[in-house]
């Protein structure tokens, strides 16, 4: 079973940036092995994948809302997995979650995954 911890939420303003984390508590295999997905849920809305990452090679999905601030890659040596979030917006204000699919996936097409495994959240809030 892979237990994952994010960590980084804070309260920042529109504009500003945030690094959130994503790190495996347990696990047999390190966190290249796995597919890789950020996804965030704002308060009445439904969860929404923002960003993922492949095993392997890493190809990278992003949601439009995401394309061009935010930046999915991997630290291999520190076995996590960083969303690097900019130019945030009140918009982007939700809880954040990473997940893992169980298996192997070295496709382009991470963001359709059924991802297994889920952190507990990290809350971002951007307000002025």
């Known amino acids: 079973q892979l237990q994952l911890v994010e960590s980084g939420g804070g309260l920042v303003q529109p504009g500003e940036s945030l690094r959130l984390s994503c790190a495996a508590s347990?696990?047999?295999?390190?966190?290249?092995?796995?597919?890789i997905g950020w996804f965030r849920q704002a308060p009445g809305k439904e969860r929404e994948v923002v960003a993922c990452i492949s095993s392997g090679r890493g190809d990278t999905n992003y949601a439009d809302s995401a394309k061009g601030r935010f930046t999915i890659s991997r630290d291999s040596a520190k076995n996590l997995v960083y969303l690097q979030m900019t130019s945030l917006k009140p918009e982007d204000t939700a809880v954040y979650y990473c997940?893992?699919?169980?298996?192997?996936?070295?496709?382009?097409?991470?963001?359709?995954?059924?991802?297994?495994?889920w952190g507990q959240g990290t809350q971002v809030t951007v307000s002025s």
């Open positions: 997940a893992a699919d169980r298996g192997y996936y070295d496709g382009t097409a991470c963001s359709r995954l059924e991802y297994d495994y």
């Open positions: 347990t696990s047999r295999r390190t966190l290249d092995y796995y597919p």
